[in-house]
């Protein structure tokens, strides 16, 4: 047989050498960590497979485990980080949440004393198994030197397999172990199920129930999560050519362009007034690929049908009541939809709504060219816009930067971002910027972060030094953790634990080898992020510290913008606040294209 894979039997090799071989096998370059006395073994097999698998030296875990799980997210591949016994085993948890809530394949390793000294209260020794259960798809213990690449083998197939976290806990000793030099490995053979699945597809009967729940609709809106993403041309002319606008999840940015006009953006807190207004009007929403976690603060404010679009049906019902469930890929039902359909006659609703968010996006421009001192977040914005190239990428830290970031970044086609969108953690920014910019060498990378969330983790620039990566770190400083200052204005108490101490980030990143650039007049902007793009493409991480102005952005989650549900002297005040004048509500729009509903 040509084809018969031939070893010496007589071959030995360390099982920790034969583990690395595995990830090898599986396409992994980058494994994150930091270093313990438990994990010495698998450092060895590191060093002696330097040539062939990177060592990526985070100065904690926790930036480590996040840094896998973005780059899980960013290419679809497997990431893998590890954390030694005991603190730094418990330092993973917050990036492998990360993981197990984004549906990223990750691969945890996690060190363990030896095995002679396990279960004698030994120094560093936990039962580190059930710490790992809930975060994980696959969770084992190693037992035996031969079991150990054959197990991690086992953990990246469950990790591709269920979207999640694998873990693998390793006994020190059992690593350097000798064990028979033969494959261990079976990604040769093995395709990650989104691979060489025959996904669902939708039936006609199912196409042809959606089209007349469609056309029984006053107000119908697509309501898209990441499950929408692939077909956006598509997407575009069957929001045309239906007459039906599209709102987004977070993780839904990007799927259509942000210049298309029927794009409305997202809903609940981070979104655009017109999408809001769109989904509180709606009669129909067609979620497609949506896991929306807000759903009980947006979909019980009003009642309307629900169609659910996704390939797995187990999630039906998950976040509202499902009158027609379609268990279907979902770029292929937008085409088998786009396929069957007719064109609608022009609706004077989505005309309205299109007139809403054109005027909305028109606020959002004037917000980002205006020039103010101290300097605004929009402004920041615009300069990131200018300079970013065509295939971007970016890590958005959790904060007020995740909603600025859905308001003002205009995301191109090309481009990419990334953020902890549903376990929410700060100090996504470093680490995921560590990970773009490892994975994709060639491309631009930005860190966009605001002072609270960068501070947990700016040690982590010393990464950025030492694996020379010529990131863009871009830092947002107002001394107050803005998002949750804003969440406590809208209860009945006082800002409370919201204000940091400032620093001289700027300075802080030159004493770790990272150019500096401190911004405190709006006309310094232009020269800093030229700046920026210099030392960048020199080939060296740089720093820009913006202190911005600590203020609100319009808050659709708390607007008052209907003088019949307050007084008009209540609106004018709101409008007066957020320089929000030229913004009317939905029913403005209605009543201009006569509608009536």
Do not use: C
Not at 223 to 249: C, F, M, V
Not at 478 to 503: R, Y
């Amino acid at each position: 047989m040509t084809n018969q894979i031939k070893y010496n039997e007589q071959g030995k090799i360390l099982a920790s050498v034969a583990m690395m071989k595995v990830l090898e096998a599986w396409g992994v370059k980058n494994v994150y960590g930091y270093p313990g006395g438990s994990f010495s073994s698998t450092m060895n097999a590191l060093d002696v497979e330097q040539d062939r698998i990177d060592f990526i030296h985070v100065r904690h875990e926790q930036v480590g485990a996040l840094a896998a799980s973005a780059e899980a997210k960013l290419t679809g591949h497997v990431g893998v980080a590890f954390g030694s016994a005991g603190p730094g085993a418990v330092n993973l948890l917050d990036g492998l949440y990360d993981a197990r809530e984004d549906h990223a394949p990750v691969l945890a390793l996690v060190g363990q004393v030896p095995t002679t000294k396990m279960n004698y209260d030994f120094f560093q020794e936990f039962n580190e198994g059930p710490i790992f259960d809930d975060v994980s798809v696959y969770n084992r213990t190693v037992m035996t030197a031969k079991s150990l690449p054959y197990i991690v083998d086992k953990a990246i197939r469950m990790a591709y397999k269920h979207h999640g976290v694998a873990v693998v806990v390793i006994p020190v000793d059992l690593g350097w172990e000798e064990i028979a030099d033969i494959p261990y490995e079976s990604a040769s053979s093995y395709h990650p199920a989104d691979q060489n699945k025959i996904l669902p597809m939708p039936t006609d009967d199912e196409i042809d129930a959606a089209l007349e729940m469609i056309k029984q609709a006053k107000a119908p809106v697509f309501h898209l999560g990441r499950g929408a993403a692939g077909a956006p041309d598509e997407l575009i002319e069957l929001s045309e050519k239906l007459q039906i606008p599209i709102i987004t999840t977070a993780l839904g940015k990007g799927i259509v362009p942000d210049s298309y006009a029927g794009n409305l953006g997202l809903v609940n807190r981070a979104g655009s007034i017109s999408a809001n207004e769109a989904l509180d009007n709606a009669d129909l929403v067609i979620a497609i690929g949506n896991d929306f976690p807000f759903a009980e603060n947006v979909y019980t404010k009003h009642p309307f049908k629900f169609i659910q679009v996704d390939i797995d049906s187990s999630v039906f019902g998950a976040h509202h009541h499902v009158d027609l469930g379609i268990e279907s890929d979902g770029p292929a039902f937008i085409k088998a939809l786009l396929a069957k359909s007719q064109p609608a006659p022009k609706s004077a609703v989505y005309e309205a709504e299109l007139a809403q968010n054109k005027d909305w996006r028109a606020y959002l421009q004037m917000l980002m060219d205006r020039q103010t001192t101290p300097i605004e977040y929009e402004q920041v914005y615009k300069q990131i816009n200018r300079i970013a190239e065509d295939d971007a990428i970016f890590g958005i830290d959790v904060g007020d930067n995740v909603i600025n970031t859905v308001r003002f970044l205009d995301l191109k086609p090309n481009q990419k971002f990334t953020t902890s969108a549903l376990f929410a953690t700060m100090g996504y920014g470093v680490p995921a910027a560590l990970a773009a910019k490892l994975s994709f060498p060639d491309r631009q990378v930005f860190n966009i972060a605001g002072d609270g969330a960068f501070s947990m983790v700016m040690q982590d620039l010393l990464t950025e030094t030492y694996h020379k990566l010529p990131i863009i770190n871009v830092i947002t400083s107002n001394t107050t953790l803005s998002f949750i200052k804003n969440s406590q204005a809208d209860l009945p108490m006082n800002p409370s634990g919201v204000d940091i101490l400032d620093a001289d980030y700027a300075k802080i990143a030159e004493g770790m080898g990272v150019v500096g650039i401190t911004v405190t007049k709006p006309e310094e902007l232009v020269g800093a992020f030229d700046k920026a793009v210099e030392v960048s493409k020199a080939g060296r991480p740089v720093l820009l510290d913006i202190k911005i102005k600590d203020k609100r952005g319009f808050p659709v989650e708390a607007m008052d913008m209907d003088p019949e549900l307050t007084s008009q002297a209540s609106v004018d005040a709101f409008k007066e606040k957020y320089d929000a004048q030229a913004l009317r509500p939905l029913k403005d729009y209605f009543k201009e294209y006569g509608v009536e509903l």
